[in-house]
């Protein structure tokens, strides 16, 4: 997330939050300016927030991160777009969410608030991904395909035209699906 705000040039990153009081250490040069504790106090100094959180078993962390930073605090929380992706004039992207390097987002795309497009993501036309979603590097998700909110979609995952992923679902990398897949699953081969 750092190298894709450096790179957009949009924002100028202030720091970084950690939630572990013990970590003293910034990320590529960025010192630590506070916890999860601190945020509050913070608020009073920052208008814009991004959560860097990824997941892979639950959508959890970063749905209590948005539901404190945005519905409780008011930060502003930006739709980051690496200058390396392509996001169509057509397609929509909500709040919070992050577009990283050499993704495509084609004409008609939905995609949710406080999402992770990792790199080289293709998102097809009339595809659209649900609220809290994190669609891993590399993934395909053709025409038409519908994500419900809180799903990960791994890594190599090819999810076939038309196809419906429930709510709450993991999909582990490299599969090919071909089906809808009801909410609450968990798809390993």
């Not at 990153?13 to 572990?20: F, L, P, Q, S, V």
């Amino acid at each position: 997330c750092i190298d894709v705000i450096e790179l957009s040039g949009q924002f100028k990153i202030a720091g970084i939050i950690e939630n572990d009081k013990s970590i003293n250490q910034g990320r590529l040069g960025y010192p630590i300016i506070g916890t999860d504790d601190n945020l509050h106090n913070l608020r009073k100094k920052y208008t814009y927030a991004l959560i860097a959180v990824g997941q892979i078993k639950s959508a959890k962390t970063r749905i209590g991160l948005y539901q404190q930073l945005f519905e409780k605090m008011h930060y502003s929380l930006p739709v980051i777009i690496s200058p390396r992706a392509y996001v169509s004039n057509h397609a929509r992207i909500g709040d919070g969410t992050v577009v990283m390097h050499d993704a495509i987002v084609n004409a008609n795309a939905k995609v949710g608030k406080n999402c992770i497009i990792n790199n080289k993501v293709l998102i097809e036309h009339d595809a659209i991904i649900g609220d809290h979603c994190h669609i891993a590097t590399g993934a395909i998700v053709n025409g038409e395909v519908a994500i419900g909110n809180e799903s990960f979609i791994g890594s190599g995952t090819v999810l076939k035209q038309s196809i419906s992923i429930g709510k709450n679902c993991v999909i582990g990398a490299g599969i090919f699906v071909k089906r809808d897949i009801e909410p609450d699953q968990v798809i390993k081969k």
